[in-house]
C-alpha cells in the first residue's frame, strides 16, 4: 500500500513526525496556574489579593518565628536575647514550652512515675489496633510495633529507671509476638485494657480492678445461664443487677480483705494531680468508649415500639441536647455536692467523665439515629424474613449499615468531644489549654507570655484531631461495597 | 471500672445520709489533711510552680492552718476554684476553707452564709495607663476607653467611679488578665484597671514597665481575706487566730529563725502566751497550747510572708502600704492574745 502511493505521490514523509510538544501555555505549571489562578480576570484579581494576603501575614509572622527562643529561664530573658537580635526585633518564647512542657503533658503527676500514663498511653494503642484495623493483619502489627518503640524511646528520654524500661520492654515485644501470632488474641488486651489502664493511671491496690472485674464476670455469666431460657434483654437485666448488687456489697470488703492478705499495687496518685493532655485524653478516651455504645442503645430505644423505652430514651437525649454542656459541667462539679451527704468523696474527674458521656451519648444517639433512618425497609423485612430476632438483626443486618453511613458524624461528634474536654477547666480541672496556661502565668517568671501556649496546644490538639479525621477516612473507603 | 466506684460512691451516700456532718476540725483531723481552696493560678497570691508545689501569700496562709492544725504545713490538698466555683465548693463542704483573695463584702458575708474570720491582704482597684497618654490622675480619664473583666466587682467599681465624677468611658471586655495586658499593649485600650496588686504584678512583667504609670487613685476597697462556712465558729475561731498569730508574731519580732529562741527566752506574757509558754490559748479553741508557735515556725510570720511572696525584694514589688502593721501606720491590726 505504502509503496503504490509512494511510486504515484512524490511528496510523502515516510517516518512519523516526533510529537511536538504542547504549546509553553498549555502544559506543566504554567498550565496548572493558567487554568487554576489565571483563568479569567477576576481569578486574576482574586489571586494576586490572595497572595498579597499571604504575603503579608508571612512577613508578619516570619521574623516571629525565625527569632524562636528555646533557651531561657524567664520571659524578661527571652525578651533579652530577642533585642539582641535587632532594633524592634520580635521573637516567639518557646522557652515557656521547654520549661513546663511536663505540666502540660501530665499536670501535676508525680515526675517519677511518668512511666505510667506514658505506657498507659502506648496500650492504648495496642488495645485499639484490633478494633481500628480489624482482620487488617498487617495494620495491627505496624500499629503494635510503633506504640511500642513509641513507649521505649519516651521512655529512655524521660530517663526512667532500667528495670521499668527492660520489663516495659519486654511486655511491649510479647504484645508484638502477640500480634504476629495470633491478632485474634489481641481482643483480650482490649478487653483487659480499662483495668489496667485505670491501675497504671490511678495506681492503689491490684485488688480493686480486679474484683471490679469479677463483677462483670457475674454479669457474663448469668446472662449466658439465662440467655437461652429468658431472651437477652432479660437476662441482661438479671445479669446487670446481679453485678451491680456485687459492685454495692461484698466488692469492696472483698477487695479490701485480698489487699490485706496479698498487698501488691502501685503507688497510687490521686485525681488532683491529672492534668495537660494527660486529663484531656483520658476524659476524651473514656467518654468517646462508652458513650459510642450508650449512642447505639439509646437511638435504638428511640426507634422502640416499647413505650416506657422509648419515652426514656427520647427523655435522655432531648434533655441531655437541649443543656450546654458547661451546665453539665457545673452539674457535676457543683450541684451532685449538694444532692450527695457532706464528706462524701466522689471523684470529681469521674463526675466530669461520667456527664461528658452522657453528652455525647445524646449528640451520638441522633447521629445513629439518621443512619437507622437512612436504611431501606427492605432491610429490615429481609432480616425479619430470614427468622432473625430483634438482636440478631441488629447485630448483623441493620446496625452493620447504620453505622457505615454514620461514620463521618460519629467521628465528627468524637472530635468535637475531645476538643470540648478543654472546657473542664471551668470548673478548677486543669485541662492544657486554659487551666495549665493560668499556672504557667502565675509564675512571675512567664506572666504576660501570650501566643505561645495556646500555640503549642492547639498544635497538639490538631494533630490528635487530624489522626481522628483521617482514621475515619480511610475507614470509610474500607467499609465501601457500593459501586458508585 | 468506673461504675464501681460510682456505685461505691452512691452506697457511701447512702448510709452517710442519716448522720450529721461532724465539725470541720475534726473532720480535718480524721482525714489527717487540710482541704484548701484555693486560686487556679494568681501571680504571688497562688499559684504551682513548676514541680506541682504550691506557693504564695495566700497559700502560705493554708500552710500555717495546717501547721497549727495537724502540725505540718505540707498536709494540705490545694483544690483550684474559679471565680465562679469558689463559693458553692465551700459551702458544699468540698473544701475546708477558702483563701483565694476573695472580697468580703455584706452579700458575701450574709445571703451566702459565709464567715469573713479576717483580711489577710487590703486591696483596692487602680488604673495603669502608657507614660505617653499624658494622664496623672483618674479623674482625667473621661471620654477613655477602659480594658476591664467582665463579671467582676471591678466593672461594677469601675461603672460607680465614672458615674460619680461626671465622666464617661468606653469598655472593652476581656476574659482574664493575660488577655487583659495583651489588649492593653496592643493598644485596644487606654487604660487597665484590675486590683492595684494584679496591676503591680503585671506592669513588673512588662517588657517596658518604665512607659507605663499606675495611677495614684485607689476606686474601690477590696478586702479580702479567708472565708469559712456560717455556723461552725469553733473553726471560724481557728482560722483566724491562726492568722493573728502571724500578724502578732510581727508585732513582736517574732520570726520562723527565732521562734524557738524567743519562746525559751522571752518574758513579755503576750508572747509566752501565744507561743504557749504560760496558758491555755490553744486549749480553748480545741487545738494545743503549741499552735501558734508551729505556723510561725512552719511560714513566718505576717511579714515575712508578704516579703517572701509579693513584698519589694520579689519581681512584683508591692510595697507594705495599707497591709504594714497598724505601728507603722498601715490596717494591720491583731487583737491582742489573752
Redesign the interface.
Known amino acids: 500500500m505504502s509503496e503504490t502511493h509512494a511510486a504515484t505521490v512524490s511528496y510523502v514523509r515516510d517516518t512519523m513526525l516526533p510529537p511536538a510538544e504542547a504549546p509553553v501555555t498549555e502544559r506543566g505549571a504554567i498550565k496548572w496556574l493558567r487554568e487554576n489562578l489565571f483563568s479569567g480576570w477576576l481569578n486574576t484579581l482574586l489571586t494576586l489579593i490572595a497572595l498579597y494576603i499571604i504575603f503579608v501575614a508571612v512577613r508578619a509572622v516570619m521574623p516571629w518565628l525565625m527569632n524562636s527562643v528555646w533557651n531561657a529561664a524567664s520571659l524578661g530573658e527571652c525578651r533579652q536575647i530577642v533585642a539582641a537580635a535587632g532594633e524592634g526585633a520580635t521573637g516567639a518564647c518557646w522557652a515557656v514550652i521547654r520549661d513546663r512542657w511536663h505540666q502540660y503533658m501530665f499536670g501535676f503527676y508525680p515526675r517519677e512515675l511518668y512511666w505510667r500514663p506514658v505506657l498507659a498511653f502506648g496500650l492504648l494503642f495496642v488495645a485499639l489496633a484490633p478494633v481500628l484495623y480489624y482482620g487488617n493483619r498487617r495494620a495491627e502489627l505496624t500499629l503494635t510495633a510503633t506504640a511500642g518503640a513509641f513507649v521505649i524511646a519516651v521512655l529512655f528520654a524521660l530517663g526512667t529507671p532500667f528495670g521499668i524500661v527492660a520489663a516495659v520492654t519486654v511486655l511491649m515485644a510479647a504484645l508484638l509476638a502477640l500480634a504476629w501470632a495470633a491478632p485474634k488474641r489481641l481482643v483480650w488486651v482490649t478487653v483487659f485494657y480499662a483495668p489496667v489502664c485505670y491501675l497504671l493511671l490511678w495506681g492503689g491496690s491490684v485488688w480493686a480492678p480486679v474484683t471490679a472485674i469479677a463483677g462483670f464476670a457475674l454479669l457474663a455469666a448469668v446472662f449466658v445461664a439465662l440467655q437461652p431460657r429468658v431472651g437477652v434483654p432479660v437476662a441482661l437485666g438479671a445479669g446487670l443487677v446481679a453485678a451491680v448488687l456485687w459492685w454495692a456489697y461484698p466488692d469492696a470488703t472483698v477487695a479490701r480483705a485480698l489487699s490485706s492478705i496479698l498487698p501488691i499495687g502501685l503507688t497510687a496518685v490521686p485525681s488532683t494531680q491529672f492534668g495537660g493532655f494527660l486529663l484531656a485524653i483520658t476524659i476524651g478516651v473514656t467518654a468517646i468508649s462508652f458513650s459510642l455504645p450508650l449512642g447505639i442503645l439509646l437511638a435504638l430505644g428511640r426507634q422502640s415500639n416499647m413505650l416506657i423505652v422509648k419515652a426514656l430514651s427520647v427523655g435522655f437525649i432531648e434533655f441531655i441536647r437541649g443543656v450546654p454542656l458547661i451546665t453539665l459541667l457545673f452539674t457535676a462539679s457543683l450541684l451532685l455536692q449538694y444532692f450527695l451527704p457532706p464528706g462524701t468523696n466522689f471523684d470529681i474527674i469521674l463526675r466530669v467523665i461520667i456527664l461528658v458521656t452522657f453528652f455525647a451519648a445524646a449528640y451520638l444517639a441522633e447521629v445513629i439515629r439518621g443512619g437507622l433512618a437512612a436504611l431501606p425497609r427492605g432491610q429490615y423485612e429481609a432480616a425479619d424474613s430470614l427468622g432473625l430476632d430483634y438482636w440478631q438483626a441488629q447485630r448483623l443486618v441493620i446496625l452493620p449499615q447504620a453505622l457505615k453511613i454514620s461514620i463521618p458524624g460519629i467521628v465528627s461528634t468524637f472530635i468535637g468531644l475531645f476538643k470540648d474536654t478543654t472546657l473542664v477547666s471551668f470548673v478548677g480541672l486543669m485541662d492544657p489549654l486554659r487551666g495549665v496556661t493560668q499556672i504557667v502565668r502565675a509564675d512571675i517568671n512567664w506572666k504576660g507570655i501570650y501566643w505561645e501556649p495556646y500555640i503549642f496546644v492547639g498544635a497538639i490538639f490538631f494533630l490528635m484531631c487530624y489522626g481522628m479525621s483521617r482514621y475515619s477516612m480511610y475507614l470509610e473507603r474500607k467499609l465501601r461495597t457500593d459501586h458508585r | 471500672?468506673?461504675?464501681?466506684?460510682?456505685?461505691?460512691?452512691l452506697?457511701?451516700?447512702g448510709l452517710?445520709?442519716g448522720?450529721s456532718?461532724?465539725a470541720t476540725v475534726d473532720?480535718v483531723k480524721a482525714r489527717g489533711e487540710l482541704i484548701c481552696g484555693s486560686?487556679?493560678?494568681?501571680?504571688?497570691f497562688?499559684?504551682?510552680?513548676?514541680?506541682?508545689n504550691w506557693q504564695g501569700f495566700d497559700v502560705a496562709l493554708c500552710r500555717a492552718i495546717a501547721a497549727a492544725v495537724l502540725g505540718d504545713p505540707n498536709k494540705v490538698?490545694?483544690?483550684?476554684?474559679?471565680g465562679?466555683?469558689r463559693f458553692?465548693?465551700l459551702a458544699?463542704?468540698?473544701v475546708d476553707v477558702l483563701i483565694r483573695n476573695s472580697t468580703w463584702t455584706f452579700s458575701r458575708d450574709t445571703e451566702l452564709a459565709f464567715d469573713f474570720v479576717a483580711v489577710n491582704y487590703y486591696d483596692g482597684q487602680g488604673f495603669m495607663v502608657k507614660k505617653d497618654l499624658g494622664v496623672a490622675s483618674a479623674k482625667e480619664l473621661d471620654g477613655a476607653t477602659v480594658c476591664i473583666q467582665t463579671g467582676t466587682t471591678t466593672e461594677l467599681n469601675l461603672a460607680d467611679f465614672f458615674k460619680a465624677n461626671n465622666m464617661t468611658y468606653t469598655p472593652v471586655n476581656v476574659q482574664?488578665?493575660?488577655?487583659a495586658?495583651?489588649q492593653y499593649l496592643a493598644g485596644a485600650c487606654d487604660a487597665y484597671t484590675t486590683d492595684a496588686s494584679g496591676l503591680a504584678?503585671?506592669r513588673?512583667?512588662?517588657?517596658d514597665p518604665e512607659n507605663h504609670i499606675i495611677l495614684p487613685e485607689i476606686i474601690s476597697k477590696e478586702p479580702l481575706g479567708p472565708v469559712v462556712r456560717h455556723g461552725d465558729n469553733n473553726w471560724g475561731d481557728i482560722v483566724r487566730w491562726t492568722f493573728y498569730a502571724l500578724v502578732t508574731a510581727e508585732e513582736k519580732g517574732i520570726t520562723a529563725a527565732n521562734v524557738e529562741e524567743v519562746a525559751a527566752s522571752s518574758t513579755d506574757p503576750e508572747v509566752r502566751r501565744l507561743l504557749g509558754v504560760e496558758g491555755d490559748m490553744g486549749a480553748k479553741i480545741g487545738l494545743d497550747n503549741e499552735f501558734a508557735k508551729r505556723a510561725i515556725a512552719a511560714v513566718g510570720n505576717y511579714g515575712e510572708i508578704f516579703e517572701a511572696n509579693i513584698g519589694e525584694a520579689?519581681?512584683?514589688g508591692l510595697a507594705r502600704g495599707l497591709n504594714a502593721l497598724w505601728t507603722q501606720g498601715g490596717l494591720q491590726y491583731a487583737p491582742p492574745f489573752r
Do not use: C, W, Y
Not at chain 2, 46 to 52: Q, R, S, T, V
Open positions: 471500672m468506673h461504675k464501681t466506684i460510682l456505685i461505691g460512691a452506697t457511701a451516700a452517710a445520709a448522720a456532718a461532724a473532720d486560686n487556679t493560678g494568681l501571680t504571688g497562688g499559684a504551682p510552680d513548676a514541680n506541682g490538698r490545694f483544690v483550684p476554684t474559679t465562679e466555683t458553692t465548693a458544699s463542704g468540698e482574664d488578665d493575660s488577655q495586658q495583651q504584678a503585671s513588673a512583667t512588662m517588657a520579689t519581681p512584683i
